[in-house]
């Protein structure tokens, strides 16, 4: 099946400071990306859909200018957490439409922790 | 608006038992369902789908029936095994390539 890879898998930083995590789609191309944030013991909480050559769309109550998205490319969408607070920790998941085969496969997750 | 929502949090099943999960949705027009599958610390893993033609559809070791009636949506595992044990996610097509997630179930393998 299709490979979405996400890195990296697992990060710490200081409060303040900016965050990027990848998303790549290794086997297919994906014009559509989609981010999420998942909390402990919770479901997976829609943040944005990342449209390649395009500005992403947010869901609402996701502040646009703290998770800047980028989908530069047919295989590669970031987000990035700017200046990153304790309440920003969280796990960040990222999945790719595979539009051929008509289905929706995800990374891996980043476990983002801000101390 | 949509919403989907799981009847259990928890099941605890006996390994070698089958287990059923079950999924309620909202949203009459939704025609794509699918099943995730995610273990500690991962990324959800893709298990079986179903479309809304359909109200039944099998995988290895599993099947997901679909009752548009009701609005209700069933994943079985048979023969559990502990590597089973995870939260089980259904999501239904909330709009373009959107997809909402229902709370999840953790399905706990017993030995």
């Known amino acids: 099946g299709a490979v979405v890879s996400q890195h990296p898998s697992w990060v710490i930083c200081k409060s303040g400071t900016s965050v990027k995590i990848e998303c790549r789609s290794l086997d297919f191309q994906a014009t559509t990306m989609f981010w999420y944030r998942q909390f402990p013991k919770q479901s997976l909480m829609l943040m944005a859909t990342?449209?390649?050559?395009?500005?992403?769309?947010?869901e609402q109550g996701v502040e646009k200018d703290k998770f800047l998205i980028n989908h530069a490319s047919l295989t590669l969408s970031t987000l990035t957490v700017t200046s990153a607070h304790p309440e920003d920790s969280s796990f960040y998941i990222c999945?790719?439409?595979?539009?051929?085969?008509?289905?929706?496969?995800f990374g891996s997750g980043t476990q983002l922790s801000v101390l | 608006g949509e919403s989907v929502g799981l009847h259990l949090p928890t099941l605890s099943v006996q390994e070698g038992d089958n287990s059923i999960i079950n999924c309620a949705y909202s949203?009459?027009?939704?025609?794509?369902f699918i099943w995730y599958k995610q273990e500690s610390g991962k990324g959800p893993q893709f298990i079986i789908d179903?479309?809304?033609?359909?109200d039944k559809r099998q995988g290895q070791r599993v099947t997901v029936l679909l009752n548009k009636t009701v609005k209700h949506l069933s994943l079985q595992i048979a023969a559990t095994q502990p590597g089973d044990s995870a939260v089980y996610f259904c999501a239904v097509s909330g709009g373009t390539y959107k997809y909402i997630f229902g709370t999840g179930t953790r399905l706990k393998v017993l030995a």
């Open positions: 990342s449209n390649e050559g395009s500005k992403a769309t947010y």
């Open positions: 179903i479309r809304s033609n359909m």
């Open positions: 949203n009459s027009a939704s025609d794509y």
């Open positions: 999945s790719a439409w595979d539009r051929p085969n008509e289905k929706l496969f």
